[in-house]
């Protein structure tokens, strides 16, 4: 009998033993799919994130599908290799890819004797080749089928790559949350900085959040993290990587922890946004010439952008100091009853056109922004969109105008919660438009001493009306370098129309903006539309002599093997738009508006006394602020104003100067104290020739001589516009043919 039994448990062992072996030949022949051949784990590539560098060379953002930065052999300290050997796999150095002391010690304690805190049996290698094939669905036989294919594919790891390359392949292969994978987007995310400057502590953080990447993740529960990381320097003790002492202060250290937050770099995500368009562009043009194809998500690039980190932090501290108290302004001013009505008409309006009338009462959880720090509220349809009119948004943008390299991008107030990039947001210029006509007027002959009326006048075209001076001062006469000095809007009108549309017009285009311009007198007082950054290439061709740059983000386009795929040459697309005579008097008249005219607060309240010209503009209402600045060196141009033309300052407060210009001159006044920046772009205009600056040399202002005073008597008043938008003949016209233009 006992024989009997001994002999059908042998059969039963051979039975058993034998579909064991036929499962594993029969995975080892793929029937449970491919695994990698050894050549193939040779070539296997994984796919890595793209890495954005400011333009000092520190790291500013990724693009990723999985935030994935591999290592290269010999970027990491020893350290972390030991910390991940003493607490993943103590037997790495001696067992072959399969340790079965381990898998036996698990059995025994885990199954048979129910000790979960034995740990488990897979090796880092085992662990490898998971992270490497994943694992697939196999109904009841997937954890085995799954287990026997780690099994295989570890010891193909063992016989291919030295153990070093192992954990080296582990390290960049393993999830640490948050969509980070690999060691080297870990140590970014959570520290800020590449896995070869990381401390053994910070290194044991990572190591530790291995066991449970969202239990011990150390922003989310920096207690639990904390004493895993302390677990994991005990471990190193134990197996005699640090000796106890050091064990002992390492673990009584905090954290550390300095989130970096896992896709774009808070101070430059307006700019990494747009950089990602520029460069999905290039590398389509790079693919299409050498018929290749380069994935920016998966291909790991290295990506050097023209980005001035030192200057985009001074443009983000001008927003926080001047628009946070200008919104307090806004604020107060809206609580006021008449306002605060206007405000809400304005929201019920809103909530018909968008159809959202019936849901005006609903609620939900919203993240608010706040110049203090953005917070979660409860708000109902219609206090949402009372909250979003009345922000103040803002763009800004610094260029060289030689090069076309931008600087400074601050696209808006919060990249997060307010995406729109203001810098690309079209707005009627008003007075910013002025050195557009101003130019083409030149171009066609008049000179900055050019006299024109600053009588009243009445314009009559679909509707009657009468244009006035910001100041509302009437009479005498302005040459054309005091009008565009102190933005003066009814000489402005009169250079219009001696001017030309067509002219203007072709001065526009060429200047490199894009919205058509409408042939209306309403022209002259700044309705046509633009953004920051067709300001901003504008004015550089008065910087650059007449010459226009295209602005752009990326100075080259690397592999991480170091192949250049992309360098940025010098332009050969340089339009010549003016002559290099029109471009000196205009920057020599803006010069002018910076020393006594609109835009005279840069000096005289800001203390800037680097060389700079600029022209301060303010839309109707005071919807929106504009100022743009010019060096030889440096173009910044800002715009502010909410998202509605209705929603705004009712007085002097919501103009250029007091809302635009502080933007530049507070980012300018840090340039000014930092030693380098100031070396680089303080460098002075051009010096005049004589002959230029004789034709500069006349009073700004005259009063009427006799003779004038007598003409105007005769002289009509109105002016009045067909349909197609061109003057009508009248007196007035008759008066100028006798007495010619007024020069």
Request: glycine share 8%; with cysteine; hydrophobic share 40%.
């Amino acid at each position: 009998m006992v024989k009997k039994i001994r002999n059908i448990f042998l059969l039963t062992l051979l039975i058993v033993a034998g579909f064991i072996m036929l499962f594993v030949i029969g995975i080892y022949a793929g029937l449970s799919g491919p695994i990698y051949t050894r050549q193939q784990l040779l070539n296997i590539s994984q796919a890595n994130a793209s890495l954005v560098y400011a333009r000092d060379g520190e790291l500013i953002g990724r693009f990723f599908l999985e935030n994935r930065t591999s290592l290269q052999a010999g970027d990491t300290d020893q350290k972390l290799y030991d910390a991940l050997v003493a607490t993943e796999d103590v037997r790495f150095y001696r067992h072959g890819g399969v340790d079965l002391y381990s898998m036996v010690r698990v059995l025994v304690k885990s199954v048979v004797l129910g000790d979960r805190s034995s740990g488990g049996g897979s090796t880092i290698t085992q662990q490898l080749a998971k992270n490497i094939q994943g694992r697939n669905t196999y109904w009841l036989l997937s954890l085995p089928v799954n287990k026997t294919r780690e099994i295989i594919l570890a010891r193909r790891l063992e016989k291919t790559f030295s153990k070093e390359d192992i954990l080296l392949l582990y390290l960049n292969t393993v999830p640490f949350g948050e969509n980070a994978i690999g060691v080297e987007a870990a140590s970014r995310l959570f520290f800020s900085k590449g896995a070869n400057e990381l401390s053994l502590e910070e290194s044991a953080v990572l190591v530790g959040m291995l066991k449970a990447n969202t239990t011990y993740n150390p922003r989310l529960f920096p207690e639990r993290s904390l004493g895993r990381r302390n677990t994991v320097l005990f471990q190193m003790n134990r197996y005699g990587y640090i000796s106890e002492e050091e064990a002992d202060s390492l673990s009584a250290l905090p954290l550390g922890l300095k989130y970096a937050g896992n896709v774009m770099d808070t101070r430059s995500g307006y700019f990494l946004a747009r950089l990602k368009r520029e460069a999905e562009k290039i590398l389509e043009d790079v693919g299409e010439s050498n018929e290749t194809h380069w994935d920016l998500h998966t291909d790991g690039l290295l990506i050097y952008s023209t980005l001035n980190l030192s200057m985009q932090r001074f443009a983000l501290e001008s927003f926080h100091r001047h628009l946070s108290h200008m919104q307090k302004l806004l604020d107060e001013q809206y609580a006021a009853p008449n306002m605060s009505a206007q405000l809400h008409d304005l929201v019920g309006r809103e909530l018909i056109r968008s159809g959202l009338a019936k849901r005006e009462h609903e609620t939900r959880v919203h993240r608010i922004f706040s110049w203090e720090g953005s917070y979660l509220d409860t708000l109902s349809v219609g206090d949402s969109i009372l909250n979003a009119l009345g922000i103040l948004h803002a763009g800004l943008i610094a260029t060289e105008p030689g090069s076309g390299a931008i600087r400074i991008y601050v696209g808006g107030i919060n990249h997060q919660l307010h995406p729109f990039d203001q810098v690309l947001a079209r707005r009627q210029m008003a007075s910013a438009f002025k050195p557009v006509i101003y130019a083409a007027a030149l171009e066609e002959g008049l000179t900055p001493c050019s006299y024109f009326h600053n009588d009243s006048l009445i314009i009559t075209d679909f509707s009657t009306y009468s244009p006035s001076n910001h100041d509302q001062s009437t009479g005498g006469l302005y040459s054309m370098a005091g009008a565009l000095t102190h933005s003066m809007n009814i000489p402005t009108f009169h250079i219009y129309i001696q001017t030309g549309f067509d002219p203007i017009n072709d001065m526009w285009r060429n200047l490199g903006f894009e919205f058509p311009l409408r042939r209306t007198p309403s022209l002259a007082m700044g309705t046509a539309e633009a953004s920051v950054f067709e300001v901003a290439r504008a004015y550089g061709a008065f910087a650059n002599g007449g010459h226009r740059v295209e602005p752009y983000m990326i100075d080259s386009i690397m592999t991480q093997e170091g192949r250049l795929l992309y360098r940025r040459e010098p332009s050969d697309t340089v339009q010549m738009v003016m002559n290099e005579e029109t471009a000196l008097l205009i920057s020599s008249m803006l010069e002018n508006a910076v020393r006594r005219g609109t835009a005279s607060a840069v000096r005289n309240t800001y203390g800037i006394h680097m060389p700079v010209a600029g022209k301060t503009g303010t839309s109707q209402q005071y919807a929106d602020a504009w100022f743009a600045s010019f060096s030889p060196r440096l173009v910044m141009v800002s715009r502010v104003g909410a998202n509605y033309p209705s929603v705004g300052f009712r007085d002097a407060r919501g103009s250029g100067s007091s809302l635009a210009l502080p933007l530049v001159a507070l980012t300018m006044q840090k340039i000014q104290e930092h030693p380098s920046l100031y070396a680089t772009y303080s460098d002075p205009f051009p010096g005049l020739s004589a002959n230029l600056l004789q034709k500069l040399d006349c009073p700004e202002y005259r009063e009427h001589s006799k003779l004038e005073r007598f003409i105007n008597i005769f002289r009509d008043q109105s002016v009045t516009f067909d349909q197609e938008g061109e003057k009508k003949e009248g007196r007035e016209s008759v008066i100028r043919r006798i007495f010619g233009r007024r020069r």
